[in-house]
Structures are given as structure tokens and as C-alpha cells.
């Protein structure tokens, strides 16, 4: 597994200063990036459930959009996101075989400023 977390936290890291995370069955967090961290602070001791209630808690549609944003809600501002998974192809274990690598991107001007001062 060494190749893959190396892999795993080089694609987080190089996603800074947005959130992201890995994610194993049963959407337990595999790892955080420090912006997920600060930003999604107590997640780690959640259920499941409420993670996902957490961290998708809108989902509204843009008819001019070509994918579905997400709004996430930090500290009373909405924060409209666009968020990628990333499995790997062909894995040859269960474990790996149920790993995502999940990146949130800013979908607007607003998003953007919102992430570049809030996270370190």
C-alpha cells in the first residue's frame, strides 16, 4: 500500500488551499488534507451519515452548468463547490479497490477568495 497512500497524499497535498479527502468503505475517512482539517473540523468522529449531510449539505443545479455544484455552508457563508472523485483503475485488492480521492474545487469568483483567505 505504500505506493498508493504515497499517490493518495501527493494528490491532496498538491490540492491545497482547497479541502479534500480519501474515503474507504463506508465513506471512513482515510485522510484529510490540512484545508479539509480546518474546515471540517470534528469530522473524523462523525457517523457516516452525517459526514455526507456535512459535506453535501445542498446540492443545487445551474441549468447552465455542465456538472451539479454543491454548496457547503462554512460559518453561515455559502461556499458553491464542484467536486471530483477519483478512484484507481484496475486494483487488484478490496482495500484499494474502495479508496476515492475526493477534491473540492471552487465553482465562482467568490468561491475562490472564500478559500484563498480562509485556509492556511
Sequence with gaps: MTPIRRVVWQALDNHASYPGMA????FSIVAMN???????SGIRSMVPADIAARWFPD?????????VTLTVVFDGQPVRTI?????FDKP????????????????DAEAETFFRRRVP
Design 59 to 67: 446540492h443545487s443545479a445551474d441549468s447552465e452548468a455542465p456538472v
Design 34 to 40: 490540512q484545508p479539509a482539517e480546518a474546515l471540517f
Design 83 to 87: 467536486t471530483t472523485v477519483t478512484r
Design 23 to 26: 474515503t474507504g468503505p463506508d
Design 92 to 107: 487488484n485488492d478490496i482495500t484499494t479497490a474502495e479508496l476515492r480521492v475526493e477534491l473540492m474545487f471552487p465553482a
